[in-house]
C-alpha cells in the first residue's frame, strides 16, 4: 500500500481537480516554474484559479493496540492549499465574487467526502476535520487589465498505518 507525502497529495489532487470544483483550472501537486491561467479555460471564462498542494509538516503517532509489536501509526499531514486567482472582470468586485465563489466551492467539496475520495480510507483516513482555516492576500491589479490575488486553505489530513 502506498502512503505518504506523495499519495497524500496525488489524492486530494484527484478530488479537487477540474472539473470537481468549480472554478479551479488546474491543480499542482508542487509549486510550478510558471503557472499558465489559460490552461483548462473556456474562450468566455474571464476568472481563473489554479491551485497547489503543499505538505507543510508532518507528525506521527504510534498506538500500541496490539501489544509491542503490533500497532497503529496516526500520521497527521499538515496541507495547504494556495489557490491563484487571475481575473479578467472589468469590476474589480466581480472578481473579488468570483473568487469568494471559487473558495466556497473548494471548501464545500472538502467537507462533502472526508476520505477524499479514498475508498480503502488508507491514503485519506479524514481530511479537512475539525477545521479548515483559510488565510486571503489583498488583490493586486495589473495595470487595469486583470485583478489577481490569491488565498492558502489550511487544514490537516489523518493516515491510520499498520505498524
Do not use: C
Not at 34 to 40: A, E, L, M, Y
Not at 65 to 71: M, P, S, V, Y
Not at 94 to 114: G, P, W, Y
Request: proline share 4%; glycine share 6%.
Amino acid at each position: 500500500m502506498l502512503t505518504g507525502r506523495a499519495a497524500v497529495r496525488s489524492t486530494l489532487a484527484n478530488f479537487i481537480k477540474a472539473p470537481n470544483v468549480d472554478g479551479i483550472n488546474q491543480v499542482f501537486t508542487s509549486f510550478p516554474k510558471r503557472i499558465d491561467f489559460q490552461t483548462n479555460a473556456l474562450p468566455s471564462q474571464l476568472s481563473r484559479t489554479a491551485a497547489v498542494i503543499f505538505v507543510e509538516s508532518e507528525k506521527e503517532n504510534r498506538l500500541a493496540i496490539g501489544g509491542a509489536t503490533n500497532g497503529i501509526k496516526r500520521v497527521e499531514y499538515s496541507i495547504v492549499i494556495q489557490l491563484f486567482h487571475h481575473s479578467s472582470e472589468r469590476k474589480p468586485e466581480d472578481a473579488m465574487d468570483d473568487f469568494d465563489t471559487t473558495i466556497d466551492n473548494l471548501k464545500e467539496k472538502l467537507r462533502s467526502d472526508h476520505t477524499f475520495g479514498d475508498p480503502s480510507s488508507n491514503l485519506v483516513w479524514q481530511g479537512a476535520e475539525p477545521a479548515i482555516d483559510v488565510s486571503y492576500g489583498e488583490p493586486v491589479s495589473n495595470d487595469g487589465t486583470s485583478t489577481e490575488t490569491w488565498a492558502s486553505l489550511r487544514f490537516t489530513v489523518t493516515q491510520m498505518i499498520q505498524a
